[in-house]
């Protein structure tokens, strides 16, 4: 399973834009790039997946690049319940396990 | 719809003990996995179930846990003898196919 590079932490004020990029270079032809979002004692909670060029749905947008080495989630307009910890993974179609990295930790400032 | 489940909440329970995690999947969904996170590391794999076969233990750290899914429904995780280390937070997660894996919230287990 391809390991995951992102940012540990990001600090970001209500109504901004905030965009997390994720290095993946080992992701492999079958792996699919999937984000998941998790607030202090909640389970993690997908938010958006993707295997190339854009994916948007109503809570965010992924930017893959053609060669699929690294994501962008973008999260429009954050507030302040977006703080959380989000994680960047790469999900095999043939395997099903996840392997989790650090997350990046986000703070929404009011 | 009901998500995923998961029972006890919270447990606390000295070193030695026995300890019985419940999960319950979304419907449908034949595959179930466990992860935990134990204090200061990150959230790491234990097991897969395809129904009720184990698709991949490769993550069950010792002999100690002991993972069931009679029925290919529900699934229980058990823990004996509990030690100090196995404290933290033990998720359980549900998927049907190749499709999206949903996420408990959470069996959080002290060991004292």
């Known amino acids: 399973l391809a390991k995951t590079t992102q940012p540990i932490s990001m600090d970001s004020y209500e109504g901004q834009e905030v965009n997390i990029t994720c290095s993946h270079n080992?992701?492999?032809?079958?792996?699919?790039i999937t984000w998941y979002q998790q607030f202090p004692s909640q389970g993690p909670r997908f938010i958006i997946q993707?295997?190339?060029t854009k994916v948007t749905n109503e809570v965010a947008s992924l930017f893959i690049p053609a060669d699929r080495k690294s994501s962008t989630l973008s999260l429009p307009r954050v507030s302040l319940s977006d703080t959380a910890v989000y994680y960047c993974?790469?999900?095999?179609?043939?395997?099903?396990?996840?392997?989790f990295g650090t997350g990046t930790r986000l703070l929404v400032s009011p | 719809e009901a998500g995923v489940t998961q029972f006890p909440s919270h447990s606390v329970i000295e070193k030695g003990q026995t300890v019985t995690l419940r999960c319950d999947p979304i419907?449908?969904?034949?595959?179930l996995y466990w992860y935990r996170r134990v204090m200061g590391k990150e959230i790491k794999f234990l097991l897969h179930?395809?129904?009720?076969?184990?698709?991949?233990e490769s993550g069950m750290p010792n002999n100690r846990f002991l993972a069931e899914r009679t029925g290919g429904t529900y699934s229980t995780l058990k823990v004996q003898p509990a030690e100090l280390e196995d404290s933290g937070v033990y998720f359980c997660?549900?998927?049907?196919?190749?499709?999206?894996?949903?996420f408990g919230e959470g069996s959080w287990l002290t060991v004292v």
């Open positions: 997660a549900s998927s049907q196919g190749d499709s999206t894996i949903y």
């Open positions: 080992n992701i492999a032809t079958n792996d699919y």
């Open positions: 993707g295997y190339k």
């Open positions: 993974l790469v999900k095999n179609t043939g395997f099903q396990k996840l392997v």
């Open positions: 419907s449908g969904h034949d595959n």
């Open positions: 179930f395809v129904k009720e076969s184990k698709q991949d």
